[in-house]
């Protein structure tokens, strides 16, 4: 996922001809200092190149721990749409129609359907947003971060996870014959040599495939047909890879997951290497290594990398920002962990500090589905204020009719 995020801002400036950031993996673009960040955004740094994205996984991550977000942060995320259904990274007036200088993108967009998908009630806007990707698949099945640019495992992935959430099935959306699981299969590699049973990001110039732990992650997961929040499996299967030829999505999802586990099976996480820097824990890409193994094999094969995240992630994510609680919040989920009491840490409670309180933070009951949509809460709410207006109604009345018995003006 960090590597996704960090890849999508730099395809971005690559576009616009402008310097790229430097970026430490799952970390966010350094503040500017003089800009006023908009109301209702989660965060407190630079959100031009993950305002959208770090508000989807806030939002989702909320809605999976049964908070019900803030109405303000809601209509922030929504108001980012354009006209055509795309999202773009960041728009800094929103007000002003989309033109072709915007810069949208599958991932904001994927990330933003999957987010208003869970919290229930933006059909309109979920549509068109499915409508605009689907508009932009390529004719191998899959989904570049830009429209007509090359499918790689991470935005077919992101967009699979959007499918799923709205009700449609992926393997039934073609472009030219092709599902998006045709494009992730010719992205994932053989059980056999380097990086076996791995995805590769995207070919490299001569069409050949390398091993990619961020898109790993993200491809097992969509080959499971689920998204961001993934939940995990019902029963344990073994991490091994197997199978010659290409694979069917169930076994590139189980190969997948046995290139994972051998990766964090030394040390419980994995490693990120930037140039000139020597190797260094990956917090962002071990979260989501937590996801895919517990989606694909139970909570079983993600305990020794859950453990390690417990330990020693609170404070990456403190430095890292909204995007990095979100995480941990959809790694407790998948494994079915409390992400309120993860090796100590409220993670819920870090996550809503970052941005506006929320309508309610009150934990699921036991037997009650987490993130209860405001469809089902809403009624509660709505009795709740109509009683407080009642009761203010009342009060007012009878101060005013006691102050004319004293012949008093009101």
């Not at 499971?224 to 290409?246: F, I, V, Y």
Request: aromatic share 6%; net charge positive; hydrophobic share 40%.
């Amino acid at each position: 996922m960090n590597i996704r995020r960090c890849a999508a801002a730099l395809a971005a400036v690559a576009v616009i001809g402008i310097p790229g950031p430097a970026f430490a993996a799952g970390s966010s673009p350094s503040p500017t200092g003089s800009a006023t960040l908009p109301a209702g955004l989660y965060g407190d740094t630079d959100p031009k190149y993950d305002g959208v994205w770090r508000q989807s996984l806030a939002l989702l991550a909320q809605h999976t721990a049964g908070v019900r977000p803030a109405a303000q942060a809601v209509d922030w995320l929504t108001g980012q749409q354009c006209a055509d259904g795309a999202f773009a990274a960041f728009r800094a007036d929103p007000a002003r129609a989309c033109d072709a200088k915007v810069m949208v993108d599958t991932n904001s967009t994927a990330a933003a359907v999957q987010a208003l998908a869970a919290l229930g009630g933006h059909d309109a806007a979920t549509g068109k947003a499915v409508a605009w990707l689907k508009s932009a698949q390529n004719k191998d099945g899959g989904w570049g971060y830009t429209p007509g640019g090359p499918s790689d495992t991470n935005s077919t992935s992101v967009v699979v996870g959007a499918l799923a959430a709205t009700g449609e099935k992926p393997a039934a959306v073609l472009k030219d014959g092709k599902s998006p699981y045709d494009a992730l299969l010719g992205l994932a590699l053989p059980c056999s040599g380097d990086g076996a049973g791995a995805f590769a990001y995207q070919p490299d110039k001569k069409g050949k495939l390398a091993a990619n732990a961020d898109a790993t992650a993200a491809g097992v997961v969509a080959a499971l047909g689920q998204g961001l929040a993934a939940t995990g499996a019902s029963k344990g299967g073994e991490a091994r890879c197997s199978g010659s030829g290409k694979p069917t999505a169930a076994q590139a999802a189980a190969n997948g997951a046995a290139y994972l586990a051998h990766q964090v099976a030394k040390n419980g996480y994995l490693t990120s290497v930037l140039p000139g820097a020597t190797a260094q824990p990956d917090y962002g890409n071990t979260a989501d290594t937590v996801v895919a193994l517990a989606a694909q094999g139970g909570t079983a094969q993600a305990k020794k990398p859950l453990q390690w995240l417990e330990q020693h992630s609170e404070a990456w994510a403190k430095q890292s920002g909204p995007a990095a609680w979100a995480q941990l919040v959809l790694a407790a989920h998948a494994t079915g962990t409390d992400p309120r009491d993860f090796g100590g840490l409220d993670l819920v409670k870090a996550l809503n500090a970052t941005g506006p309180a929320p309508r309610s933070t009150d934990a699921p009951k036991p037997g009650e589905a987490a993130g209860t949509s405001a469809k089902s809460g809403g009624g509660h709410a709505l009795w709740w204020t109509g009683g407080i207006l009642l009761l203010v109604v009342v009060a007012v009345g009878v101060m005013l009719g006691g102050r004319r018995k004293r012949g008093q003006q009101p």
